[in-house]
Nanobody, 125 residues
Framework: QVQLVESGGGLVQPGDSLRLSCVASGLVLSDYAMGWFRQGQGKRREFVASISYGSSNKYYAGAVTGRFSISRDNANNTVYLQMNNLKPEDTAVYFC??????????????????WGQGTQVTISS
């Protein structure tokens, strides 16, 4: 049974940082590209960042470029999202997901096969 479990969310102030983790089980992480998505209240799920299996390809949404960084540790079946200079508009539930096209970094959520349950990130002063 495949499971993706996100952690690291919380309530922080504008300008703060958070690091999200996604631990995978039931699959070999290096067989997949991975992505992070988010969904704010009343909004559609949107792409945040993705990374190919060997980390050679990374892709970011424009709204997070320069502030967020995606990375992975295949040996420990974990994907990370480092989020710096957080803004109130980053408030959302953040999800990780796996993409079977492991060599590319894509943004279409319909192409991702397995999803975690999400972790809440709230930015507020």
């Amino acid at each position: 049974q495949v499971q993706l479990v996100e952690s690291g969310g919380g309530l922080v102030q504008p300008g703060d940082s958070l690091r999200l983790s996604c631990v995978a089980s039931g699959l070999v992480l290096s067989d997949y590209a991975m992505g992070w998505f988010r969904q704010g209240q009343g909004k559609r799920r949107e792409f945040v960042a993705s990374i190919s299996y060997g980390s050679s390809n990374k892709y970011y949404a424009g709204a997070v470029t320069g502030r967020f960084s995606i990375s992975r540790d295949n040996a420990n079946n974990t994907v990370y999202l480092q989020m710096n200079n957080l803004k109130p508009e980053d408030t959302a539930v953040y999800f990780c997901a796996s993409d079977p096209a492991r060599s590319v970094a894509r943004s279409d959520p319909n192409l991702f096969s397995y999803w975690g349950q999400g972790t809440q990130v709230t930015i507020s002063s």
